[in-house]
């Protein structure tokens, strides 16, 4: 299960969108983004470009 260290959340308003976002990206399922620890964990059915679900989480203004 791939990991990613997220910054700038602070509520769950960020951790919903957060997980909005990664679930937007084809062959993601279980999304799990804990706000304390500040890390999003995810199931792929195929291989993802990281640098593809950093940018879906940056857009939201946050840093991965």
Do not use: R, Y
């Not at 299960?1 to 976002?21: D, E, F, I, R, Y």
């Not at 804990?34 to 203004?61: F, H, M, R, Y």
């Amino acid at each position: 299960m791939p990991t990613l260290t997220v910054k700038g959340m602070s509520c769950n308003h960020c951790k919903q969108a957060v997980t909005q976002a990664l679930e937007a990206l084809p062959g993601v399922s279980d999304v799990n983004v804990d706000l304390e620890k500040g890390e999003a964990t995810w199931k792929e059915s195929q291989p993802l470009d990281i640098a593809e679900v950093k940018k879906a989480i940056n857009k939201l203004g946050f840093e991965a």
